[in-house]
């Protein structure tokens, strides 16, 4: 049994990392099983070694975050506890990094996790980035801030964000309305991060003058898209006619950001998903980067992390016994 003690200069940051009701000191003794009180401005850790250290690192790290005005919350706490756990502890400092884009509200857009930050990275230097990983790894909301923030830095024109009109198992029949009205339940997410980014006042503004626009795949066929900043969404739902007609639309100036999750395709069994095969294909082409985004960089309920590893185990389980 050691101890050890980690100096608070500011209470406000004490007050940033203990949580409502010492919640993430709770979160952080289950975690390690250490003992962590709080006195005098100095946090004593008591317990093994090795756990009393990973502790020490993770409660620095909290204030490290604390420091540079990053809200702390569970998901921050659990994924430093990973990394520390994983002797990742170096990569703290690289996280709250950059500002991405600042929300209709003033809220900064942020990279949370180390697979966030190199996604948002490839965004920002290759033409052509594929982010595929499970939901809640913020594939699409990055990927709208990503395009937002080049928008307003007026590096593009336009933002075109599009995906297939596939069903996720079940069968809408014939919606009611104009073009608009029927293909709107396909693209709501993408409106949703839209709307938090831009305002609703601006959105509109920005797609009546044709600056913003948000269609169905099927609508991109024999454009050339020039000076744009491009988002296709569940991918995976693509055919592979479908994306060698979608990647040949670039044009001058513009920049796709492709999303997906290959875990979770809608298509009939005998056709291959189009995302798939962009993965294998464009693997080694320049200027195009492939970022795959994984359960640890969920940034929902901690219950959407638990929920995709069991389908994962269960998958492996299923692949040992073929």
């Known amino acids: 049994m050691i101890e050890q003690t980690v100096s608070i200069e500011r209470m406000e940051d004490a007050i940033d990392i203990f949580g409502s009701f010492d919640e993430n000191i709770r979160l952080i003794e ?6 962590v009180v709080s006195r005098d401005g100095q946090v004593k850790i008591s317990g093994e070694e090795e756990p009393v250290d990973q502790a020490a690192k993770v409660i ?42 600042v929300t209709a509200k003033g809220k900064p857009i942020k990279a949370k996790t180390m697979g966030q930050k190199k996604y948002v990275d490839a965004i920002r230097k290759h033409t052509i980035t594929l982010g595929v990983g499970p939901a809640g790894t913020g594939k699409t909301y990055l990927a709208v801030a990503a395009a937002v923030a080049a928008f307003r830095a007026k590096e593009v024109n336009r933002i075109i964000l599009t995906r297939p009109a596939v069903e996720a198992g079940e069968r809408l029949g014939f919606l009611p309305g104009d073009l608009q009205s029927k293909v709107d339940p396909y693209l709501r997410p993408l409106y949703d991060a839209l709307f938090e980014m831009l305002g609703p006042e601006s959105y509109a ?24 900043f491009i988002i296709l969404d569940e991918a995976q739902n693509t055919s592979r006619e479908q994306m060698k007609m979608f990647l040949t639309r670039l044009g001058f100036g513009s920049r796709i950001v492709i999303t997906g999750d290959v875990t979770q395709i809608d298509l009939p069994g005998e056709k291959v998903s189009g995302l798939k095969e962009a993965m294998r294909i464009l693997r080694d082409v320049e200027d195009i980067a492939i970022c795959r985004l994984t359960g640890s960089d969920v940034v929902r309920h901690v219950i959407v992390q638990r929920i995709i590893k069991a389908y994962e185990d269960d998958e492996n389980k299923r692949k040992a016994k073929r």
Do not use: F, W
């Open 60 to 101: 620095r790290g909290l204030l490290s975050l604390s420091a540079r005005g990053e809200a702390i919350h569970e998901q921050n706490v659990r994924y430093l506890i990973q990394l520390v756990k994983s002797g990742n502890e170096d990569k703290i400092q690289t996280l709250a990094a950059d500002v991405l884009c």
């Open 205 to 228: 503004k920005y797609v009546e003058r044709g600056n913003i626009e948000v269609a169905p795949l099927a609508y991109m066929r024999g454009r050339t898209l020039d000076d744009s």
């Open 30 to 35: 289950q975690e390690l099983g250490v003992r």
